[in-house]
T-cell receptor
Framework: DTGVSQNPRHKITKRGQNVTFRCDPI?????LYWYRQTLGQGPEFLTY????????KSRLLSDRFSAERPKGSFSTLEIQRTEQGDSAMYLC????????????????FGEGSRLTVL | GESVGLHLPTLSVQEGDNSIINCAYS??????FIWYKQESGKGPQFIID?????DKRQGQRVTVLLNKTVKHLSLQIAATQPGDSAVYFC????????FGAGTTVTVRA
C-alpha cells in the first residue's frame, strides 16, 4: 500500500502522559499536513510542512504540541501532558506541490490516529 | 480565516435518487475547492475538485457546481447507492484546506 500511513491507529492514555503519533506520507509528496477532528466536526488544520520546514502552525497548536519532519519524509506529532480535551482523531495528509504552489493541491489523507485521554 | 459552512447537517435519500449537498464559503478570493467523503473510522477520501475558473466539473456519478457570485458550492451524486452513505465535506484551499462541518448522507433502501 503506497498511501499515507499513520500509527498507532488508536491510543488510550491517562491525563498528563505524553503521546506521539507518526505519519508516513506518500513517498514523493513534499507537503505534509496535520489535522485534528472531533466527533461531528470537520477536520481542523494544525500545521503543515514543505519538505522539512514547518511553514504554518494553527493557534489550536498549543505549546504542548510539537510536530517535526526532520528529513522531509515521515513526521511525528507529540502531545505533552495530555488533557481530556485533546481526545480526538489526528489526521495526517500529504500532497505534491511546487514551492510556489498557492494551494494544497489534492490532499491524500491517512486513516488517522484516534486519541482517548482518560 | 476562511469560513466554510454546509447548509444541512443531514440528508436522507432513497436509493437510486439523486443527492445534492450544498456548501457556502466566505472568501471571494478562494480559488480551489474540494469535496471529500469520509466513512466511519476512516480518513477523508477525495471525490472531486474544481477551480474558480470553472462553473461545473463532472466525475463518475458526481458533479460539482461552483457559483462564485454567491460563494456557493454543491455536490450532486447521481443514482445514489448504499455505498454513498458517509459524511461529505466541502473544503476550500489556500495553503491549507479549511473544512465545513460535514453533511451526513444516509441512503434508504
Amino acid at each position: 500500500d503506497t498511501g499515507v500511513s499513520q500509527n498507532p491507529r488508536h491510543k488510550i492514555t491517562k491525563r498528563g502522559q505524553n503521546v506521539t503519533f507518526r505519519c508516513d506520507p506518500i513517498s514523493e509528496h513534499n507537503r505534509l499536513y496535520w489535522y485534528r477532528q472531533t466527533l461531528g466536526q470537520g477536520p481542523e488544520f494544525l500545521t503543515y510542512f514543505q519538505n522539512e520546514a514547518q511553514l504554518e502552525k494553527s493557534r489550536l497548536l498549543s505549546d504542548r504540541f510539537s510536530a517535526e519532519r526532520p528529513k522531509g519524509s515521515f513526521s511525528t506529532l507529540e502531545i505533552q501532558r495530555t488533557e481530556q480535551g485533546d481526545s480526538a482523531m489526528y489526521l495526517c495528509a500529504s500532497s505534491l506541490r511546487g514551492a510556489s504552489g498557492a494551494d494544497t493541491g489534492e490532499l491524500f489523507f491517512g486513516e488517522g490516529s484516534r486519541l482517548t485521554v482518560l | 480565516g476562511e469560513s466554510v459552512g454546509l447548509h444541512l447537517p443531514t440528508l436522507s435519500v432513497q436509493e437510486g435518487d439523486n443527492s445534492i449537498i450544498n456548501c457556502a464559503y466566505s472568501n471571494s478570493a478562494s480559488d480551489y475547492f474540494i469535496w471529500y467523503k469520509q466513512e466511519s473510522g476512516k480518513g477523508p477520501q477525495f471525490i472531486i475538485d474544481i477551480r474558480s475558473n470553472m462553473d461545473k466539473r463532472q466525475g463518475q456519478r458526481v458533479t460539482v457546481l461552483l457559483n462564485k457570485t454567491v460563494k456557493h458550492l454543491s455536490l450532486q451524486i447521481a443514482a445514489t447507492q448504499p455505498g454513498d452513505s458517509a459524511v461529505y465535506f466541502c473544503a476550500v484551499s489556500d495553503y491549507k484546506l479549511s473544512f465545513g462541518a460535514g453533511t451526513t448522507v444516509t441512503v434508504r433502501a
